[in-house]
């Protein structure tokens, strides 16, 4: 069965400090998007990518975050100079006109 | 805002038990309505409905949509320890070229020997 690969599992990183989260989407699947969910919390929408760009961002996705595909296949998250307050579970999602997986996650943690 | 609420938030029960479980929604542009199992990580697909009155089944689990009165339930007949995770109701709303879902809170089922 089709999946959704994310790379790291888990990520530690100092505060300040830039981070790339990597997702292989499933491959016929059109749109892609990065969801997170902070621990006890629910899952919440970050941005949506269809046609090589960006066609929905919530407001948390803020000059921060940046998303890339930068090769055909892999969908990749950027967050620059992190805060404490990203720590989360970081979700890769990919979709087509009928499903919509997701990835097991990156777990980020921000010391 | 766009706005998912899914009831009970937690319920227990004992094995063999039949569950329903509820999501209402309040959005605007609505394209689909997804459950999800959400045990250790992440989110695993269960269905995806877009039509009113018609039930997707998939063993001992079916689902359906009211798209009138804006809500879906997911029922699990005879219940397994292994049912015990948290189930996510999310709706699918088309944007400008795009989808996003907007996920409720979840309702913690834990199934009980």
């Known amino acids: 069965e089709p999946e959704v690969t994310q790379t790291p599992s888990h990520q530690v990183t100092q505060m300040g400090q830039e981070v790339i989260l990597r997702c292989v989407p499933i491959?016929?699947?059109?749109?892609f998007y990065w969801y997170r969910q902070i621990l006890g919390q629910k899952v919440e929408f970050l941005v949506s990518?269809?046609?090589?760009?960006?066609?929905?961002k919530s407001e948390i996705f803020d000059d921060q975050f940046s998303v890339e595909r930068p090769d055909g296949s892999n969908f990749t998250l950027k967050i620059r100079s992190t805060k404490l307050e990203d720590s989360a579970m970081y979700f890769c999602?990919?979709?087509?006109?009928?499903?919509?997986?997701f990835g097991q996650g990156t777990r980020l943690t921000v010391v | 805002e766009d706005k998912v609420v899914q009831s009970p938030l937690s319920l227990v029960v004992h094995e063999g038990d039949t569950v329903t479980l509820n999501c209402s929604y309040e959005?605007?542009?609505?394209?689909?309505l997804l459950w999800y199992k959400q045990e250790k990580k992440a989110p695993t697909f269960l269905f995806m409905l877009?039509?009113?009155?018609i039930e997707k089944k998939s063993g001992r689990l079916s689902s359906i949509l009211d798209k009138k009165e804006l809500f879906s339930i997911l029922n699990i007949t005879a219940t397994q320890t292994g049912d015990s995770a948290i189930y996510l109701c999310?709706?699918?709303?088309?944007?400008?070229?795009?989808?996003?879902?907007?996920f409720g809170k979840g309702t913690k089922l834990s199934v009980i020997p």
């Open positions: 999602a990919s979709g087509g006109y009928t499903e919509a997986f």
């Open positions: 491959s016929n699947h059109l749109y």
């Open positions: 990518f269809y046609n090589n760009e960006i066609s929905e």
């Open positions: 959005v605007t542009n609505f394209r689909s």
């Open positions: 877009t039509s009113s009155g």
């Open positions: 999310a709706v699918e709303t088309m944007g400008a070229g795009s989808y996003q879902l907007t």
